[in-house]
């Protein structure tokens, strides 16, 4: 049973516009929030995370909110660039418990910016 | 800044061999991963390890071994490597504390024919 969802399996956005990555997750537990960014032939990377005390945390081009009551987040990124296509993973993570435990992560949102 | 290495970038093996699959990392961090990448599945853990000489099986732990004798290494062992075994293996580390952010390695594409 997956507790972190990502229903979109791809997206497409132009370039200069706004990109919107969803992910909704299951278990109330869950007070620590991160996506990562992924090319090709290559390992993820970290973007921004949040903490569930917060609704928002803001890092450039990068925003991430968080609606606990819906126990979604999303990521906002504005304006897009070619340079932003790569996949998208959200992770979760209940801190309290957090020094063994791994994040348990979404199965990814494909970001494609066209020019 | 963080460094996690792989030993290899791409590497092709036979059905049967044993295949060892490297990762070390310098930041003295307590934790380390092993996921494997496959379209449409995400990042599926393997086993991780909280520290030296500890492990704990993920949600496929299948067909692999791991092995952690030394805090900044992490090697997982393919004890008869199959083709439904090729797929992006990605290994990760993180401090045991907050903040909770892995850090990944580059990735061995690893084919089995």
């Known amino acids: 049973d997956q507790q972190v969802k990502q229903n979109s399996p791809s997206l497409s956005v132009q370039e200069g516009r706004i990109s919107i990555l969803n992910c909704d997750y299951t278990n109330s537990m869950f007070d620590y929030f991160l996506w990562y960014k992924k090319y090709p032939a290559e390992g993820p990377t970290f973007l921004i995370s949040i903490s569930s005390i917060k609704d928002k945390n803001e890092d450039g081009r990068f925003t991430v909110f968080l609606n606990k009551s819906a126990k979604h987040l999303s990521l906002h990124i504005v304006p897009s660039q070619p340079g932003d296509s790569a996949v998208y993973f959200c992770a979760a993570s209940d801190i309290r418990n957090s020094g063994n435990t791994p994040l348990v992560f979404g199965k990814g949102t494909r970001l494609s910016v066209i020019a | 800044d963080v460094k996690v290495t792989q030993s290899s970038r791409y590497l092709v093996k036979r059905t049967g061999e044993k295949v060892f699959l490297e990762c070390v990392q310098d930041m003295d961090h307590e934790n380390m991963f092993w996921y494997r990448q496959d379209p449409g599945l995400g990042l599926r853990l393997i086993y991780f390890?909280?520290?030296?000489?500890?492990?704990e099986k993920g949600d496929i732990p299948e067909g692999y071994s791991v092995s952690r004798e030394k805090k900044e290494r992490f090697s997982l062992i393919l004890e008869s490597a199959s083709t439904n075994q090729t797929s992006m293996y990605l290994c990760?580390?993180?401090?045991?504390?907050?903040?909770?952010?892995?850090?990944f390695g580059p990735g061995t594409r690893l084919t089995v024919t």
């Open positions: 990760a580390s993180r401090r045991a504390m907050s903040p909770l952010e892995q850090y």
């Open positions: 390890s909280y520290d030296v000489k500890m492990k």
